[in-house]
């Protein structure tokens, strides 16, 4: 193993994922729109992540040694403001409620946040890039 290496980052939000992040990771990387885990809103995130650190713990590293991130496929009016656990969805709604996401993640030491700004072509895509930092980014 190349030493230092780069940071590995582990994606998944089932139990083997969380596993592997918690014995392997330097960082868990989930998408929190997966149908079968859902980790769509801040409770579903935050238990998501205590669980990570108990795994850690039990793999014998340092609980906070697995940094977080998040993985955001939709946002906005894309995204049905209202989740099955009757909790706000994250991302969803207007640019101020993504707001106020972006800083609760923040809050709970989230270190990088991956967005998709996939559209039907490339001008599309870095015209919605620019357009999220203009109206979020730029007023966090």
Avoid: C
């Amino acid at each position: 193993m190349q030493k230092p290496h780069p940071p590995i980052w582990v994606g998944g939000e089932s139990g083997p994922s969380l596993r592997r992040a918690a014995r392997f990771g330097d960082a868990w990387y989930p998408i929190g729109s997966n149908s079968k885990h859902l980790l769509d809103t801040l409770p579903r995130y935050r238990a998501g992540i205590a669980r990570l650190r108990q795994l850690t713990a039990e793999a014998g590293r340092e609980p906070a040694s697995v940094a977080l991130t998040y993985r955001v496929k939709r946002y906005g009016d894309a995204v049905a403001a209202k989740a099955s656990d009757g909790e706000r969805r994250l991302f969803s709604g207007a640019n101020s409620d993504i707001i106020t996401d972006l800083q609760a993640l923040s809050d709970l030491g989230v270190n990088a946040i991956d967005i998709d700004f996939e559209r039907p072509n490339p001008e599309e895509s870095v015209a919605e890039m620019r357009r999220f930092e203009e109206q979020v980014i730029s007023r966090l």
